[in-house]
């Protein structure tokens, strides 16, 4: 069968599967055998215990709400904790609503305002093991801020229960009710970051009811949940509910990890519904009362003419916000990276071979355009010049020499688009930690397994590109309904393995591979990014993660110098990259 026709297949039989399970457990409830019990500050919450296919068990507590519905004047405002449950004892057998949004794979409204919710998976509950608290890992949906849930039909991290840790994912809000700034008339925003900082303040009371440390926490996220969770690791506020970090094709160093123009946004919204007066106090009134799925459909309407022209649309995203009580973010992360944070806190980050191909999706039906206007071709952060055309030129020339941009091109292409939002976002931000917190153990990864989990590429119907998509590394972390079943000695399989290992050996220890057990079976040295404070050449130690490990140094060499002296000619976004 045609690779798109099959992913298609699965997430159908997926979607069915996750469905007919909800009936089964409401036709049949599991017996008190499955069930497990824990007290939590509002109350009880029953989960179920499972079995691994290793044959571990571990417990599952899905739906646990964890603040006070965001409903009416609520809307736009930061979440508060939840005091009591309504009901004795709350079955958490099954994940409640998602968060309002616009389903990317299914291209529907689906969701609800009342959707902060979050899943706790754990090897085993207080007092029932004898290995004492186990490390705790947090982890942040992508999405683009605009979709995603924590849900388990893409999150299930049955392959870390085996690991001895304790999983949390989560809902945070999207979209306007997540991301919409208006402090003239008193929404600062970030919203859905201050959700995110919520569940970190949940964790930190109540995860130890769950065998959970909260003495040790990782937080992790890919795509949109790696940039939030670099802006958490830069953020006073929230660094001190966590003690490592990983990005995943992510992190928020460049003006392309916030929105553009928020206040506008919202008055355009406003506009949307109908508004046509000036008073911000107005405009919030009317979002207030309007249906929160009309906010949704109207969302790209209120995009920047410079936005409509990108490929990857995402309205709402965080703001710098401007100093009062409960701001997350105040500072531009540029700024923020080059003071020394303290505590130093680990680091991994790292990207896949072929993130563009998500963007390349769209872009590939409009070369034409590519070829006619090559200014096209510049990342967004790089503040455009008079001679724009003549340097995206420049650009055309790089990648692909004298020739004119084709579908035989779409590797070239897929590159350019690569490097514009995520790699060269990696590669600036590793060298910053590298000169400018010297303290901090980073380890940098480059993610190069194109197999038969990637699910994104073939959904998107690029399977015949080379390359692993942006997102598709997830499928080799999480148990997923998309992923086809393969052999124990499959190629993904081992990749998966090492894969949690690593992630799980930096949750307990801080170090991805700590010591000589590790690589007996199969993991190599992976070594942390070499500081470079006043040195004027950066060397990027990356671990390639493939069938076989290695290490390798700069593996964006060419790519990356190329970019570095533009950004230090015309500026990186808002900012001068330092020398």
Known sequence: ??????????????????????????????????????????????????V????????????????VPPLGDRRFQPAVPLESFQTPVLECFVERSKCLQYDQLLNVLVGSEDGLFLNVYTPALTGNDSCGLFPVMVYIHGGGFLSGSGDAFLYDPVHFMEQRVVIVTFNYRLGPLGFLSLPEAGIEGNAGLKDQLLVLQWVRNNIGQFGGDPENVTLFGESAGAKAAYLHYLSPVSRKYFHRVICQ???????????????????????CVGYEGS?????LDLLLKTPAKELFKHQLATLTDSERHEELQFPFRPVIER???????????????????????PLITGCNSGEGMIALAKAQHHLAEYNAHPERLLPPMLRLPANANELGKKVKQFYFQTRPITSDMLPELMDVLSDNEYVMATVTAAELVAKFQPKV?????????????????????????????????????????????????????????????MWSNFAHRGDPTPDEGDLAEGLVRWEPVEPCAGKSYFKLRCLQIDRSLKM????????????????RTYGYGSRKLPE
């Not at 469905?19 to 017996?31: D, F, I, S």
């Not at 393969?486 to 090492?498: F, K, M």
Request: proline share 7%.
């Open 552 to 567: 390798v140094a700069n593996p964006f060499l060419k790519r990356s110098t190329f970019w570095r002296e533009l950004f």
């Open 279 to 283: 008073s911000d106090q107005e405009v």
């Open 323 to 345: 100093p009062h009580p409960g701001a997350i973010v105040l500072q531009h992360p540029l700024d923020a990276l080059q003071t020394e944070l303290d505590p130093p806190i």
């Open 52 to 67: 691994t296919t290793g044959g571990t068990r571990y417990h599952a507590f899905k739906g646990i709400p964890y603040a």
């Open 249 to 271: 094709s992510g992190v928020a160093c460049s003006d392309l990890a916030f929105q553009v123009e928020p206040s506008e946004k919202a008055r355009k919204l406003a506009k």
């Open 441 to 501: 153990k980073h380890y940098c990864y480059y993610f190069t397994h194109d197999g038969r989990w990637g699910n994104l590429k073939r959904l998107l119907n690029m399977y015949y590109l080379p390359g692993v998509c942006h997102g598709d590394d997830v499928f080799y972390m999480f148990s997923s309904a998309l992923n086809a079943s393969l052999p124990g000695d499959a190629d993904e399989v081992c990749v998966r393995q090492a894969f949690v290992r």
């Open 1 to 50: 069968m045609q690779p798109f026709l099959a992913a298609v297949l699965r997430l159908l039989v997926g979607l069915l599967k996750t469905w007919l399970y909800r009936v089964w457990l409401g036709l049949r409830p599991p017996t008190s055998n499955d069930c497990c019990t824990v007290t939590l500050g509002p109350g009880k919450v029953r989960g179920l215990t499972k």
